[in-house]
Nanobody, 124 residues
Framework: QVQLVESGGGSVQAGGSLRLSCTAS????????MGWFRQAPGKEREFVAV????????NYADSVKGQFTISRDNAKKAMYLQMNSLKFEDTAVYYC?????????????????WGQGTQVTVSS
């Protein structure tokens, strides 16, 4: 069982930045692929970014490439999402997720573990 706790959400004006964090309770954190999804009001949950256990494999949704940066610190059992140049359409609940079965699980939307979500609101 892996417990995930997100932090760092909040309200920001368009053009601003936020950094989301996710800490995990996994015993062997480096075995776990970690990533982010988001769900905007009235829309389906969508993949945002994923990072493999060693940090070498990283994938982004096309909508956030060049704008968001995912990273992890295995010593701290933490993952981060740096979000820059935020736009109104980035407003959503952001969910941290984890999978022992690799980054592919994120592309099909099926990581095993999910956090509770953190709200990001961007005002125009």
């Amino acid at each position: 069982q892996v417990q995930l706790v997100e932090s760092g959400g909040g309200s920001v004006q368009a053009g601003g930045s936020l950094r989301l964090s996710c800490t995990a309770s996994a015993r062997t954190f480096s075995d776990v692929a970690m990533g982010w999804f988001r769900q905007a009001p009235g829309k389906e949950r969508e993949f945002v970014a994923v990072i493999g256990g060693s940090g070498r494999v990283i994938n982004y949704a096309d909508s956030v490439k060049g704008q968001f940066t995912i990273s992890r610190d295995n010593a701290k059992k933490a993952m981060y999402l740096q979000m820059n140049s935020l736009k109104f359409e980035d407003t959503a609940v952001y969910y941290c997720a984890a999978s022992f079965f690799g980054t592919h699980q994120f592309k099909v939307g099926e990581p095993e573990y999910w956090g509770q979500g953190t709200q990001v609101t961007v005002s125009s």
